[in-house]
């Protein structure tokens, strides 16, 4: 089974900046699409980016467009998010997950089988 680690989470000042990497360890598994969620308590799990592993294309929602990029190390499997101009609203437990929606469904977390567990992302004022 596709066990998925995540590392980089910290806390920052609004403004900064924090790189998220997330390895894929052990066992095959299906990471046509790799992906970055969040979630803070009592709400549900909010996409935030993906990427296509094969074409390398990127996904994103109109939060993250224009301050996040994905990307995915070809050499290794890593899949890093980059996260710039990070507001207090971009707080959240990150999770690295694994599946293989179509293009259209890449922000349903149910359209992806593996994930990990998760690593915290705390933006102050």
């Known amino acids: 089974q596709l066990k998925l680690v995540e590392s980089g989470g910290g806390s920052v000042q609004a403004g900064g900046s924090l790189r998220l990497s997330c390895v894929a360890a052990?066992?095959?598994?299906?990471?046509?699409?790799m992906a970055w969620f969040r979630q803070v308590p009592g709400k549900e799990r909010e996409a935030v980016a993906a990427i296509y592993v094969r074409s390398g294309n990127p996904y994103y929602t109109n939060s993250t467009k224009d301050r996040f990029i994905i990307s995915h190390d070809r050499t290794d499997g890593t899949v890093y998010l980059q996260m710039n101009r990070l507001t207090t609203e971009d707080s959240a437990m990150y999770y690295c997950?694994?599946?293989?929606?179509?293009?259209?469904?890449?922000?349903?977390?149910?359209?992806?089988?593996?994930w990990g567990q998760g690593t915290q992302v705390t933006v102050s004022p």
């Open positions: 997950a694994a599946g293989a929606p179509n293009a259209a469904a890449w922000t349903r977390a149910s359209e992806y089988l593996y």
């Open positions: 052990e066992g095959p598994g299906t990471r046509v699409c």
